[in-house]
């Protein structure tokens, strides 16, 4: 499983901001590794310069074998709480779209039978 990870200027406070949000989002998410190809991590600053509650937010996208990608974005007061909570969402609605089709027996993208 690949992972990108993306901030803006704003949210690098540390130098290993993106290496601690990765670990945390890879631990979460270990269980679907082999069902996914790839997750893409965003962190950003709402309010940029300005402070304020919840401004921080991450995105987490990621991509299941042959399906569409699913994406959750989660705010907080520091880019670990928002990826905290990002990566809790993935990992319900991942559940929620891996027991769908291992319930029902579908391929993720079934062949069209003419």
């Known amino acids: ?3 990108q990870f993306n901030s803006d200027s704003s949210v690098m406070g540390t130098a290993n901001v ?3 949000i990765e670990t945390k989002v890879r631990d979460k998410l270990a269980r679907f590794e082999e069902r996914l ?5 965003h962190v950003h600053d ?3 310069h300005k ?3 919840d401004d921080k937010a991450c995105t987490i996208e990621a991509r299941p074998r042959g399906g569409r990608p699913i994406g959750v974005t989660e705010g907080a007061s520091t ?3 928002a990826a905290r909570r990002a990566a809790t969402t993935l990992a319900q609605r991942l559940d929620r779209h891996f027991g769908k089709s291992n319930r029902h027996g579908h391929d993720p993208r079934p062949e069209k039978v003419m």
């Open 18 to 20: 993106a290496e601690r």
């Open 79 to 81: 880019v670990d709480d």
């Open 37 to 41: 190809t790839r997750i893409e991590i």
């Open 1 to 3: 499983m690949q992972v």
């Open 46 to 48: 709402e309010n940029a």
């Open 51 to 53: 402070h304020g509650h």
